[in-house]
């Protein structure tokens, strides 16, 4: 079964591949939702929250912890909605920097994954090239 999203555009920002079979890369992608990650910018100390969601009848994205077995259900294609939110974290309070947004589709091709990239909208600072590094991250 197949999990797309119709609007999702034909020409794509990056396009790159995960040396996973695909069942790992959904779980991959799955276990990023609701965590974060920290970093150091500089002097700031940096906060990246991570919000995930999946196509549901071709027309709307939902939460991926919504949807039960998806890595067992889903077995050609999926297209997900990754939302990655900054936080500049101060000893006195966390203040939101900004919210960046990506569409992207993992498809099967047997050993490995073809993952394609877009942004949605043009908020935030990061690119398709700052998600590459964040999902390969996370499938290692």
Same mark, same amino acid.
Request: glycine fraction near 4%; proline fraction near 3%.
């Given at each position: 079964?197949?999990?797309?999203?119709?609007?999702?555009?034909?020409?794509?920002?990056?396009?790159?591949? @995960?040396?996973?079979?695909?069942?790992?890369?959904?779980?991959? @992608?799955?276990?990023?939702?609701?965590?974060?990650?920290?970093?150091?910018?500089?002097?700031?100390?940096?906060?990246?929250?991570?919000?995930?969601?999946?196509?549901?009848?071709?027309?709307?994205?939902?939460?991926?912890?919504?949807?039960?077995?998806?890595?067992?259900?889903?077995?050609?294609?999926?297209?997900?909605?990754?939302?990655?939110?900054?936080?500049?974290?101060?000893?006195?309070?966390? @203040?939101?920097?900004?919210?960046?947004?990506?569409?992207?589709?993992?498809?099967?091709?047997?050993?490995?994954?073809?993952?394609?990239?877009?942004?949605?909208?043009?908020?935030?600072?990061?690119?398709?090239?700052?998600?590459?590094?964040?999902?390969?991250?996370?499938?290692?």
């Amino acid at each position: 079964m197949r999990r797309i999203y119709h609007r999702f555009p034909q020409s794509c920002d990056l396009n790159f591949d @995960i040396d996973r079979s695909f069942a790992d890369v959904m779980h991959c @992608i799955q276990r990023l939702h609701r965590s974060h990650t920290t970093s150091r910018r500089g002097e700031d100390l940096v906060k990246l929250s991570f919000l995930v969601d999946v196509a549901e009848k071709k027309t709307q994205f939902v939460p991926v912890d919504y949807v039960s077995d998806l890595a067992q259900t889903v077995t050609e294609s999926a297209d997900f909605r990754i939302t990655l939110h900054e936080t500049l974290l101060t000893p006195q309070k966390s @203040i939101p920097v900004s919210e960046n947004r990506f569409l992207i589709r993992i498809s099967d091709a047997g050993v490995r994954c073809d993952c394609y990239a877009v942004k949605d909208g043009r908020q935030g600072q990061m690119d398709a090239m700052d998600l590459k590094v964040l999902l390969k991250g996370a499938c290692e």
